[in-house]
């Protein structure tokens, strides 16, 4: 039994030198002729080996063939390329090679074939939002003198106002003598009579100006005039009106309290049209363009999307999110949207007509984009290419393919690496790209 065993070993360790002895062997075989490769090239006058004549499509020059025949694309003959427009070619898939598939192969992998074609693309970029107050409308009460709050007819936040409508009563010593002054002149001026010197008349009419001026800088109306005026009288408690339409969003003063100059009292809002700020991803900024439309779905109302438009694209991007902020002006006549709400906004970019190929046909490698071009009779042939924008499904080419070429579509993953060992087994093998398959063994995809 002991003699059988150590037998075993010595066949498997004879097997393992032998296998080494080969490879060593191998590599310094290779080794040598890339050597006796690079002397023979490097030597003085040695001979350049001729270039292998390459073959493309005059319409579609991204179409290149090894041997004479038609472009599968179009049908044209396939003209021999010039040493210039070789190296104008676009370079090969960098550690891949082209394989050839035959039709049993291709369907137990799976391969699909599409096509490059040219259409109008559109993107969707979807964002969260919020309703903000329309800054635009935004207004505050305030007063030009001091004085005490006698009455208040705005009692809360929320409360609607009108342009014009009272809001509360003020007592001011200095309003109540500016009135006192405005009256006197007024007086005076009418108290001289015809035959009185003309510089006084100037000097009346300087003088009620003046204290009209003061009322007038001090926010007092024309109506409020013309009730002093017919009454003769100074008005003790002067009533404060808005200037806007909107909702008290704000009110900072009290029944009695003394006002300063300066100080806001009360905030109003317009909410007729109201700001919608949606935040865009850093990638995505650059497809948002002022005045493009966009559909705005609240939580608070399913089922009921609303329009709005892009008015404004902020400068600067929010360094903890790495996102943009976009502006959206929303009509409110009804005043559903309530500022605080939160929204899903969809905002539609039309992207023109552009080269596009199925998003499955590019295989992302990291540092490249690869696509597998059907050059007919079942050849494959990798290439890089370079990728735009993708959409629905779809990926925008910049370069790399021509319009109608084909693509694998479907068996990417497979294809891909049945490509990468036939490059490998190049690099090994000295330029053999067929793997040996041992007898027995059927043919396996991705083998």
Same mark, same amino acid.
């Given at each position: 039994?002991?003699?059988?065993?150590?037998?075993?070993?010595?066949?498997?360790?004879?097997?393992?030198?032998?296998?080494?002895?080969?490879?060593?062997?191998?590599? +310094?075989?290779?080794?040598?002729?890339?050597?006796?490769?690079?002397?023979?090239?490097?030597?003085?006058?040695?001979?350049?080996?001729?270039?292998?004549?390459?073959?493309?499509?005059?319409m579609?020059?991204?179409?290149?063939? &090894?041997?004479?025949?038609?472009?599968?694309?179009?049908?044209?003959? *396939?003209?021999?390329m010039?040493?210039?427009?070789?190296?104008?070619?676009?370079?090969?898939?960098?550690?891949?090679?082209?394989?050839?598939?035959?039709?049993?192969?291709?369907?137990?992998?799976?391969?699909?074939?599409?096509?490059?074609?040219?259409? #109008?693309?559109? #993107?969707?970029?979807?964002?969260?939002?919020? %309703?903000?107050?329309?800054?635009?409308? *935004?207004?505050?009460?305030?007063?030009?003198?001091?004085?005490?709050?006698?009455? *208040?007819?705005?009692?809360?936040?929320?409360?609607?106002?009108?342009?014009?409508?009272?809001?509360?009563?003020?007592?001011?010593?200095?309003?109540?003598?500016?009135?006192?002054?405005?009256?006197?002149?007024?007086?005076?001026?009418?108290?001289?009579?015809?035959?009185?010197?003309?510089?006084?008349?100037? +000097?009346?009419?300087?003088?009620?100006?003046?204290?009209?001026?003061?009322?007038?800088?001090?926010?007092?109306?024309?109506?409020?005039?013309?009730?002093?005026?017919?009454?003769?009288?100074?008005?003790?408690?002067?009533?404060?009106?808005?200037?806007?339409?909107?909702?008290?969003?704000?009110?900072?003063?009290?029944?009695?309290?003394?006002?300063?100059?300066?100080?806001?009292?009360f905030?109003?809002?317009?909410?007729?049209?109201?700001?919608?700020l949606?935040?865009?991803?850093?990638?995505?900024?650059?497809?948002?363009?002022?005045?493009?439309?966009?559909?705005?779905?609240?939580?608070?109302?399913?089922? &009921?999307?609303?329009?709005?438009? %892009?008015?404004y694209?902020?400068p600067?991007?929010?360094?903890?999110?790495?996102?943009?902020?976009?502006?959206?002006?929303?009509?409110?006549?009804?005043?559903?949207?309530?500022?605080?709400?939160? /929204?899903?906004v969809?905002?539609?970019?039309? +992207?023109?007509?552009? +080269?596009?190929?199925?998003?499955? /046909?590019?295989?992302?490698?990291?540092?490249?984009?690869?696509?597998?071009?059907?050059?007919?009779?079942?050849?494959?042939e990798p290439?890089?290419?370079?990728?735009?924008?993708?959409?629905?499904?779809?990926?925008?080419?910049?370069?790399g393919?021509?319009?109608?070429?084909?693509?694998?579509?479907?068996?990417?993953?497979?294809? &891909?690496?049945?490509? #990468?060992m036939?490059?490998?087994?190049?690099? %090994?093998?000295?330029?053999?790209?067929?793997?040996?398959?041992?007898?027995?063994?059927?043919?396996?995809?991705?083998?």
């Amino acid at each position: 039994m002991a003699t059988k065993v150590l037998s075993r070993i010595l066949i498997v360790a004879a097997i393992i030198v032998l296998v080494v002895a080969a490879a060593v062997a191998f590599h +310094l075989r290779g080794a040598a002729m890339n050597h006796a490769e690079r002397t023979a090239m490097e030597a003085p006058g040695a001979a350049k080996a001729p270039q292998k004549v390459m073959y493309h499509c005059p319409m579609h020059p991204n179409y290149i063939s &090894d041997h004479p025949g038609t472009c599968p694309i179009c049908g044209m003959d *396939l003209v021999p390329m010039t040493p210039e427009e070789m190296e104008a070619a676009p370079p090969p898939a960098v550690d891949h090679a082209m394989i050839t598939l035959s039709p049993e192969r291709r369907q137990l992998i799976g391969v699909q074939i599409g096509m490059a074609e040219k259409k #109008r693309v559109s #993107r969707t970029i979807r964002a969260a939002g919020r %309703v903000e107050y329309n800054e635009k409308t *935004l207004a505050a009460v305030n007063l030009k003198f001091g004085g005490w709050v006698e009455e *208040l007819m705005v009692k809360s936040v929320g409360e609607t106002v009108r342009k014009g409508s009272p809001l509360m009563t003020v007592y001011s010593p200095d309003l109540l003598e500016a009135q006192q002054n405005y009256l006197v002149a007024r007086a005076a001026l009418a108290s001289l009579g015809k035959d009185a010197p003309a510089d006084s008349r100037l +000097l009346a009419e300087a003088m009620l100006r003046s204290a009209r001026e003061r009322l007038r800088l001090w926010d007092f109306s024309e109506e409020q005039l013309k009730e002093i005026e017919s009454s003769q009288k100074p008005e003790h408690d002067v009533t404060i009106f808005s200037k806007v339409d909107g909702v008290v969003t704000a009110r900072n003063v009290t029944l009695g309290s003394n006002v300063e100059p300066g100080r806001n009292l009360f905030e109003i809002a317009d909410l007729t049209t109201v700001w919608m700020l949606a935040d865009v991803f850093e990638s995505e900024a650059p497809l948002v363009k002022v005045g493009q439309q966009a559909k705005i779905e609240l939580n608070a109302l399913p089922g &009921d999307p609303l329009t709005g438009a %892009v008015s404004y694209i902020y400068p600067a991007l929010d360094e903890s999110t790495r996102r943009l902020r976009v502006r959206l002006e929303c009509p409110n006549p009804e005043g559903r949207l309530k500022p605080g709400m939160f /929204a899903a906004v969809s905002i539609a970019v039309d +992207l023109g007509v552009q +080269l596009v190929v199925d998003d499955d /046909a590019v295989l992302d490698t990291g540092l490249r984009q690869i696509v597998f071009v059907d050059k007919g009779e079942g050849r494959l042939e990798p290439r890089e290419v370079t990728v735009g924008d993708r959409a629905d499904g779809l990926a925008i080419i910049a370069k790399g393919l021509d319009e109608g070429e084909k693509v694998v579509t479907s068996g990417n993953f497979l294809v &891909d690496s049945e490509s #990468r060992m036939k490059a490998a087994l190049k690099q %090994v093998g000295g330029g053999n790209a067929e793997p040996e398959k041992k007898a027995g063994m059927p043919d396996m995809p991705g083998m």
